[in-house]
Nanobody, 116 residues
Framework: QVQLVESGGGLVQPGGSLRLSCSAS????????MGWYRQAPGNERDMVAV???????NYRDPVRGRFTISRDNAKNMMYLQMDSLKPEDTAVYYC??????????WGQGTQVTVSS
């Protein structure tokens, strides 16, 4: 089992920045990849960014070049630095960890609102 807790969401003006954090605990050694998903009202939950244990990353096109995913394996933490935020980035952001058995673990989500 893996437990995930997100933090760092909030209200920010367009063009601003936020950094989300995800703290992982439990069977950390079984985690193959971690990532961030988001879900806006009325929309499906979509992948935002993924980072593998090797450090390789992948981003959804709308956030590429504006968001940066990173992880600190020593601290069991993952981060999402979000810059140049747009109103369409408004959503609940979820941390997810996938183990080597392809089982997903989800955090409770943190609200990000981009509005003037």
């Amino acid at each position: 089992q893996v437990q995930l807790v997100e933090s760092g969401g909030g209200l920010v003006q367009p063009g601003g920045s936020l950094r989300l954090s995800c703290s992982a605990s439990g069977s950390i050694g079984n985690i193959a990849s971690m990532g961030w998903y988001r879900q806006a009202p009325g929309n499906e939950r979509d992948m935002v960014a993924v980072i593998w244990k090797s450090g390789r990353t992948n981003y959804r096109d709308p956030v590429r070049g504006r968001f940066t995913i990173s992880r600190d394996n020593a601290k069991n933490m993952m981060y999402l630095q979000m810059d140049s935020l747009k109103p369409e980035d408004t959503a609940v952001y979820y941390c997810v960890a996938t183990d080597y058995g392809d089982h997903d673990y989800w955090g409770q989500g943190t609200q990000v609102t981009v509005s003037s």
